[in-house]
């Protein structure tokens, strides 16, 4: 089936530093999805993408969708010690497929900022 | 607001005991449920996908008689451990969307631990 590879693994940063992770696919993907997962608890949808070459914001937080459809990257700018976490890319693993319903997951990057 | 509800949030119990995990969309209707599981510091794997009025599908390589769905309503799921032992140990998290074209959105995840 289809895999995410989600990049990096781990990242240790300082607070007020900016933050960038990717992910790629060998396939074709039609929605990119962003959550990010707090200890002991379920993932939270931060950014959803829909469109090849769309950029979206949320607060701190920029996403795109990449041109080629095979990857996606994620910024938080000004990282404060709540963006402690661990996050992860997501999309419908059927390539082409429209279904949002059914999600591959990247294999998380964990985010630690140090005060 | 929260969009779905996972109950219990945390369990342990003696090995061969059957545990049950419920899974309940807040204010809508939700005709199809996901339920994931996730090992520590491993990203979330789908177990199955939960059809209301009708059996379950699941993912490859998982015993459909040792995690029995039910989706007996359009606003229940439930997750049923059968004869648990460690190995099933894991955090067990359910999932559903608002609309065919909404990204999915997480419950809380329920923490099983087998003694």
């Known amino acids: 089936g289809q895999q995410l590879n989600q990049s990096p693994q781990s990242m240790f940063i300082q607070e007020g530093e900016d933050v960038s992770m990717n992910c790629t696919s060998s396939?074709?993907?039609?929605?990119w999805l962003w959550y990010k997962q707090d200890p002991g608890e379920g993932p939270v949808l931060l950014i959803a993408l829909y469109k090849a070459g769309e950029l979206t914001s949320n607060g701190r937080l920029t996403a795109q969708f990449g041109i080629t459809r095979k990857d996606s990257f994620l910024n938080i700018s000004a990282s404060i010690p709540s963006d402690v976490g661990i996050y992860f890319c997501?999309?419908?693993?059927?390539?082409?497929?429209?279904?949002?319903?059914?999600?591959?997951f990247g294999q998380g990057t964990i985010l630690t900022v140090h005060p | 607001g929260a969009v779905v509800s996972q109950h219990p949030s945390r369990v342990i119990c003696k090995s061969g005991t059957s545990v049950k995990i419920e899974c309940r969309s807040l204010?809508?209707?939700?005709?199809?449920m996901f339920w994931y599981r996730q090992f520590p510091k491993q990203s979330l794997m789908l177990m199955a996908t939960s059809n209301e009025g009708s059996k379950a599908t699941y993912e490859q390589g998982v015993e459909k008689d040792k995690f029995l769905i039910n989706h007996a309503s359009l606003t229940l799921s439930t997750l049923t451990v059968t004869s648990a032992h460690p190995e099933d140990s894991s955090f067990y998290i359910c999932?559903?969307?608002?609309?065919?074209?909404?990204?999915?959105?997480f419950g809380d995840g329920t923490r099983l631990s087998i003694l």
């Open positions: 204010d809508f209707q939700a005709t199809t």
């Open positions: 396939s074709i993907f039609n929605t």
């Open positions: 997501a999309g419908p693993p059927n390539a082409g497929g429209t279904s949002y319903g059914k999600l591959t």
């Open positions: 999932s559903t969307q608002t609309g065919s074209n909404q990204p999915q959105h």
